[in-house]
């Protein structure tokens, strides 16, 4: 699986900002999705997660009820809507791919493939 990640920029504190994480491949529904980021000079931290079908969700408290995580099988693709942006959201954003949805859906190293990432930068 090949991901493509696309969707940031520079926005305003309070402003909202959709990602969008391109697979390719005929197996996508078959992954579960991941969002991290990486701010400069800190770990990659988990963002949120989404099962297979999208019936299941699970979010870091940091991001809960402001970003919301959705795929299309259909179009290959998993987005992250991010409202109410903070300046601490600022970061490289990174999709990533894995064949399980369970409780290593936080972990990085549990990811199997992963996109090139996607700057955001929110100003205040």
């Known amino acids: 699986v090949q991901l493509q990640a696309s969707g940031g920029g520079l926005v305003q504190a309070g402003d909202s900002l959709r990602l969008s994480c391109a697979a390719s491949g005929r197996t996508f529904s078959s992954y579960a999705m991941g969002w991290f980021r990486q701010a400069p000079g800190k770990e990659r931290e988990f963002v949120a997660a989404v099962s297979w079908s999208g019936s299941s969700t699970y979010y870091a408290d940091s991001v809960k009820g402001r970003f919301t995580i959705s795929r299309d099988n259909a179009k290959n693709t998993v987005y992250l809507q991010m409202n109410s942006l903070k300046p601490e959201d600022t970061a490289v954003y990174y999709c990533?791919?894995?064949?399980?949805?369970?409780?290593?859906?936080?972990?990085?190293?549990?990811?199997?493939?992963w996109g090139q990432g996607t700057q955001v930068t929110v100003s205040s």
């Open positions: 990533a791919a894995r064949k399980i949805y369970d409780s290593g859906r936080t972990y990085p190293n549990r990811y199997d493939y």
